[in-house]
């Protein structure tokens, strides 16, 4: 079975930082789907990537897809306080599989 | 608005008592799934419904039982089999189904948290 493995699982960063948080998967990735939770509350997408060497952003979080090493990167620039929380990365078993397996998260820490 | 409710927020259980979580989505998916999210070990699939009627099971499927008898709500019932059932639950669920496309966003509740006494 596919198995993800997010590193680090915990980070602190002074606030106006940049950052990045990896997902590397055990298989090959089909997609890769980025969430973001808040504690105690339901997952927030944030985006997906689907072709190797995809790179997407969304105010100043970008994702990339490194097809070959199986790898997702989450890179967040000049980190704000509401980029705290836990993200996790998900994956699909195979092309269009509406299953996902995720990752343990990383709980990111904004200090002012 | 169009979204995914689960109720309720809390719930707190004694130990021999089955307890039925409420999910309902207006989104009109298809899919709709059931997660368990302990510390330290991310999200595992419990069950998930890929069309009225019918579901299989996930990862973890023991001392849970669902249903899916409307397109709009998947209800999970955590058994007294299930040994360690204090958890946070999530119900999500994706427009699509297995084979017809690679974009399968899934939608998330906001969560409850399963509590035994």
């Known amino acids: 079975s596919q198995e993800l493995e997010q590193s680090p699982q915990s980070l602190i960063v002074q606030e106006g930082k940049n950052l990045t948080i990896n997902c590397t998967s055990s298989?090959?990735?089909?997609?890769l789907y980025w969430y973001k939770q808040k504690y105690g509350e339901g997952l927030i997408f944030l985006m997906m990537l689907q072709k190797g060497g995809e790179e997407k952003s969304h105010e100043k979080i970008t994702a990339k897809l490194d097809e070959k090493k199986q790898q997702s990167s989450l890179h967040i620039t000049a980190s704000q306080p509401s980029h705290a929380g836990i993200y996790l990365c998900g994956a699909p078993a195979f092309f269009g599989n509406e299953k996902l397996t995720f990752g343990t998260g990383t709980r990111l820490t904004i200090i002012p | 608005d169009g979204g995914i409710t689960q109720s309720p927020k809390y719930l707190f259980r004694k130990e021999g008592q089955n307890v039925t979580l409420s999910c309902e989505q207006n989104?009109?998916?298809?899919?709709m799934y059931w997660y368990r999210q302990d510390p330290g070990q991310g999200l595992r699939l419990i069950y998930y419904?890929?069309?009225?009627?019918?579901?299989q099971k996930g990862d973890i499927a023991e001392g849970y039982s669902v249903s899916r008898e409307k397109k709009e709500s998947f209800p999970l019932t955590v058994t007294s089999a299930q040994k360690n059932p204090t958890a946070f639950y999530l119900c999500a669920s994706s427009i699509r189904t297995s084979g017809s496309g690679s974009d399968n966003e899934q939608f998330f509740g906001p969560g409850t948290r399963l509590t035994v006494l």
């Open positions: 298989k090959t990735l089909y997609g």
């Open positions: 419904s890929q069309i009225v009627n019918d579901f």
């Open positions: 989104l009109n998916h298809d899919a």
